[in-house]
């Protein structure tokens, strides 16, 4: 579950991705079957949650990690290399952005 808090010390990464509405849900699908089948299961993942505009031309993943490491180590795997090849594809551009919470509401 989610969490948001700028007490956590958990990294934060949020990702946006922009396609066209031909190919968002083929995106989706590629994400949703990264996290089922890989990312979720990395060492120091925490949660996530994929966002979808109205239009189906951006989305935004919101992710958690223990510890900047984990993520960096997730990106670095050949698994996730050649996901990101695939999922580059998909999209027009797509950029992950590690942030930390400085405060909650």
């Known amino acids: 579950m ?3 808090s700028k007490q956590q010390t958990s990294q934060t990464v ?5 396609m066209t509405p031909g190919t ?3 995106l989706l699908d590629e994400l949703t079957e990264a996290y089922a ?6 060492p ?3 949660s996530a949650a ?3 505009n109205d239009a189906q031309t951006r989305i935004a993943n919101y992710s958690q990690w223990e ?8 990106l670095r795997s050949a698994e996730m290399r050649q996901r ?3 999922i580059g594809g998909l999209c027009k551009s797509f950029e992950p952005v590690m942030y930390e919470v400085v405060e909650g509401f």
């Open 84 to 86: 990101n090849r695939v």
């Open 44 to 46: 120091g993942f925490i």
């Open 37 to 42: 089948q890989f990312v979720s299961k990395q």
């Open 24 to 26: 968002c849900q083929d």
């Open 67 to 74: 510890r900047r490491e984990d993520f960096q180590a997730v």
């Open 50 to 52: 994929l966002h979808v």
């Open 14 to 18: 949020i990702t946006t991705f922009e």
């Open 2 to 4: 989610l969490k948001v």
